[in-house]
Structure formats: C-alpha cells, structure tokens
C-alpha cells in the first residue's frame, strides 16, 4: 500500500508504513510458528523385528527402517529381546503398539533393561495336543525388555526447545534484515 504525498517526507513517511507492515506480517508468521510447534511432543522409534535384514541385537539400519512416530503422548521406545540358548529374537517398536499383543510386559517401565513379568496363569485353561501352537509361549526361556525415552533414536521432541530455536533464528533473521 503506497501512499503518495507531494513534500519531501514522502520517503520516509513510506518507509516506516512499510517497516511496520514487516513487523506485522513476521509477528503474524512467529505467532503461527509458536502455535504449531507447541502441539509437537512425539517420540520417534525404530519398528522392526530381527527376523527381517538390517535389524539385529546391536543395531538397526537406518538404510532400511525409517523411525516411525509413537502414538501415545506418554510413549516409550521398546527393544524386546527373547533368547533361547544361542537362539536370540529382537523386537523393537513403541510400547502402545506392544501392549495390546504382550502380557509379559513389566510393570516397571523407566529407562533401562528389565526381566519380563511372570504369567503363571497363561494357558490354564487350555488343553492343546498340538505343540507348535506354544500357547504358555515358553519357546523362549529369557525374555528381557529394554524401555528408552531419552537415547539416541529414542528421542522425544520437545516442543520449548522447537520453539526456542525458531524464536532465536526468527530474531537473527529480523536483526539481519532491518
């Protein structure tokens, strides 16, 4: 919007429309930015299982398994690993997705390493002649759970250093243009 007067104070009177006409438009933009990036507050997982290439018990390719992004607000990283002699089986997602399929799942989950919990009722009821199906799921003798939030690959974005980082490059770029 240019506005055109006949005295000499025409320039700068344009120039201060249009410096506070930026300071709208990149205030409007921060705000937005602020906003968005508030709601942002999810864990990043690897999801794959040692049966398939590229996941073993030490690592994971990243060539070949891309994070995927946990559902749950309060999620957790999982690495279940299930050993029978020299016969190991790894298992790694985020712990919603293993809930509702495991019930060995112990109930102390903060960060480390722990055994599987105990189910002696698994299987009682039940009688099968047919032995392959491992109803009591005893096929592997130990099974350990590995819970991570805050270890690489296990990261939890949080949402105050997004933003601090976006106010901060915001301003940089505002002291550079004006």
């Known amino acids: 919007m240019k506005i055109m007067l006949h ?55 990243w060539w070949i398994y891309s994070s ?10 999982i690495k279940i690993i299930e050993q029978d ?3 190991i ?3 790694r997602d985020c712990l919603s997705n293993v809930m509702s399929l495991r019930d060995d ?7 480390g390493c722990r055994s599987a919990a105990q189910n002696p009722k698994r299987a009682v009821y039940v009688d099968n002649a047919i032995g392959e199906l491992d109803l009591k799921k005893s096929s592997f003798i130990n099974t350990t759970y590995c ?25 940089m770029l505002l002291v550079y243009w004006i």
Request: proline share 3%.
């Open 7 to 61: 005295h000499s104070s025409s320039s700068s009177l344009l120039f201060k429309m249009n410096s506070s006409l930026l300071t709208i438009v990149w205030a409007s933009i921060l705000s937005l930015i602020i906003f968005q990036v508030h709601q942002v507050s999810s864990l990043f997982c690897y999801s794959c299982v040692s049966t398939t290439p590229g996941c073993t018990l030490e690592q994971v390719s």
């Open 68 to 77: 995927i992004t946990c559902p749950e607000s309060d999620d957790k990283c």
């Open 85 to 87: 002699g020299a016969d």
């Open 89 to 91: 089986r790894v298992t």
């Open 105 to 111: 799942v112990p109930a102390d989950r903060f960060e």
């Open 147 to 171: 819970f991570c939030e805050f270890d690489q690959w296990c990261n939890g974005s949080s949402s105050r250093n997004s933003t601090w980082t976006i106010l901060v490059t915001i301003f």
